[in-house]
């Protein structure tokens, strides 16, 4: 079974930051890209910004300059850093993650999903 388990959420004041962490754990192979969401109250989930592999990232324009994501392939985990946060990076953050894994006698490629972790950017 694989797991994805986020953390470093929590309450900062604007201009603050904090570094999100999610490590998948589980019978893995292989990990191809990883990435963070956001979903505030009353909106629909969207991008934040994803890495390949390889260590090729992407952003949303909304946090592009402001966030940093990167990866430690040895140790299956995705960071977020979140610099000169918004009252409207409020949101609770995802990471998911493209994971070739070993099912009992069965290979399986799916797309896995934390619990998510709350950041809350208010003074």
């Known amino acids: 079974q694989v797991q994805l388990v986020e953390s470093g959420g929590g309450l900062v004041q604007p201009g603050g930051s904090l570094r999100l962490s999610c490590a998948a754990s589980?019978?893995?192979?292989?990990?191809?890209?990883m990435g963070w969401y956001r979903q505030a109250p009353g909106k629909q989930r969207e991008l934040v910004a994803t890495?390949?592999?390889?260590?090729?990232?992407s952003y949303a324009d909304s946090v592009t300059g402001r966030f940093t994501i990167s990866r430690d392939n040895a140790k299956n985990t995705v960071y977020l850093q979140m610099n000169s946060l918004r009252p409207e990076d409020t949101a609770l953050y995802y990471c998911?993650?493209?994971?070739?894994?070993?099912?009992?006698?069965?290979?399986?490629?799916?797309?896995?999903w934390g619990q998510g972790t709350q950041v809350t950017v208010s003074s």
């Open positions: 998911n993650a493209d994971i070739t894994a070993r099912l009992g006698d069965r290979w399986d490629y799916s797309k896995y």
């Open positions: 890495i390949t592999n390889l260590g090729s990232a």
């Open positions: 589980g019978s893995i192979f292989a990990i191809s890209t």
